[in-house]
């Protein structure tokens, strides 16, 4: 059966979802970025299913999702310079992974095993009521098969996974289209220092006018961050990267003066290509291409996080196969 799909703007809407979390069930949930598979991060099994549903490898952690500093304070340690990131760009599209508190009410499951803890507080406004009406913090990865393109409308949930979960809040198509920024605050030193260990739906420019300059991620033997398998967001079909020209048994996303068979941005902004990214990845797929060639994207700005996804997109679909530097 199919999960029902309800508008996430009704309030019986977002009563029907928090029950249904409470019990240990799934719910694709709408946030800025992206679509999220929500489940309370506090509950091993509901953590266990959401993994089963999403087939995702148990050893890349989960971002927890909160509404405030107030309910992150609860869960992690927060360093002043993780205060200030949250000051500044909370509720938005950037995950904070800070030291995890002893006490803090999240599966070990959701953390793989690390002793820190990825949070973000979204901004989308069923994202921030849902999480309120219950009151603890929410599991949500992408709500698509691991690997695969992420969600940027409801029906692009029910497609991947509507016989596997119980319940879609339709929030309309997520406005920024690519996850958050991931960064790492006095996780590995006792300094104030941030590092990148993923690009994403902020620019590295305006952290870093606050930050300072970022830091790169290090080597390791499993993902501390959400996102960063080396073969991710990927479509079916075979992705070449920065193609001027394209094959007979190609079709081609363009960019620009590109126009391709698609294009993701007509006059190169790259904030309307990130926010087309996935839906034209999918759509492609969908149409049957057999391969897709991409037309190059500025490595600039909202550039950064894109041809992060594109390089995750094109790379060996193997599970097994760690990418620590994402950057």
């Known amino acids: 059966m199919t999960a029902p799909l309800l508008p996430a703007d009704q309030a019986h809407a977002l009563d029907r979802a928090a029950d ?88 070990e499951l959701a953390t793989a095993g690390l002793d820190t803890l990825a949070l973000r507080a979204p901004r989308h406004p069923a994202a921030r009521a849902l999480i309120a009406r219950l009151d603890r913090p929410l599991v949500a990865p992408s709500a698509n098969p691991s690997g695969g393109v992420s969600p940027t409308t409801a029906q692009h949930v029910l497609d991947g996974l509507g016989t596997k979960i119980d319940l879609v809040l339709d929030g309309g198509p997520c406005p920024v289209g690519l996850e958050s920024t991931v960064i790492a605050v006095g996780t590995s030193t006792e300094t104030d220092q941030a590092t990148l260990l993923r690009p994403g739906g902020l620019d590295r420019n ?38 001027r020209t394209v094959k007979p048994d190609e079709v081609w996303l363009g960019f620009g003066d590109i126009a391709g068979d698609l294009n993701l941005s007509a006059r190169g902004d790259l904030a ?56």
């Not at 079916?236 to 193609?243: C, D, E, G, S, T």
């Open 20 to 107: 249904i979390i409470r019990a240990g069930g799934l719910v694709g949930m709408p946030t800025e970025t992206v679509y999220g598979l929500a489940a309370d991060a506090g509950q091993g099994d509901a953590v266990a299913r959401l993994y089963a549903a999403k087939g995702r490898p148990r050893f890349n952690p989960l971002i927890s999702h909160v509404t405030d500093i107030a309910m992150a304070e609860r869960l992690a340690h927060i360093p002043p310079l993780a205060r200030r990131l949250m000051e500044e760009f909370w509720p938005g599209p950037m995950t904070l992974v800070l030291p995890r508190r002893d006490t803090a009410p999240v599966s």
């Open 206 to 243: 305006v952290i870093e006018a606050v930050t300072g300059p970022l830091a790169r991620a290090g080597d390791g033997h499993a993902p501390a961050s959400p996102g960063m398998l080396k073969s991710h967001y990927a479509p079916n079909a075979p992705v070449r990267l920065n193609a």
């Open 272 to 327: 309307e290509a990130a926010s087309h990214l996935f839906a034209y990845l999918r759509k492609l797929d969908a149409d049957g291409a057999r391969r897709i060639a991409v037309a190059p994207i500025p490595p600039t700005g909202l550039g950064e996080a894109i041809n992060d996804r594109l390089r995750r997109a094109a790379a060996p679909k193997d599970a097994s196969e760690l990418d620590i530097d994402p950057a």
